[in-house]
């Protein structure tokens, strides 16, 4: 048996500010989590490797038309590299249970509500607008030609 994370609303995955401090405490690393700057208001936040004065320049949104297009995959390259996003996180990384577990409704992000669920054997993770569910082989009803 194994143990797997989902989302069982609509919305999407998404870990709390509180998850990923705890997911990061847990690996031992230290990350800056820092709210979005240009809209504030949705409750966006970026989880930072790096601190803040080895971080790439800052560009807003404004900016973003002026550049060439080598110039914004550059930047977008270099701030991936520097960030982190919850929705690259293998949903059966033990760390990643663990804080869902820990935490309860609390690692669950704005648009979320996560869910341990045990699983044995093979597994996928079905969405529908952001609602998850898990699928194993025995749950096909299979036909013969």
Sequence with gaps: MGKVVIN??????GLSKEACQRYWDLKGQEVWIEDDKEYPSLGLFTVWLVPPSERIKYKTSKQFPSMSTDERNAYN???SEQTWHDRKVERNDPILVQVVEELGEKASGKYAQLKVVEVDGLYKINEYDGRESIE???D???SYA
């Design 8 to 13: 069982t609303c609509f919305g999407g995955f």
């Design 77 to 79: 390259r270099k701030v």
């Design 136 to 138: 194993t082989p025995g």
């Design 140 to 142: 096909i009803d299979w």
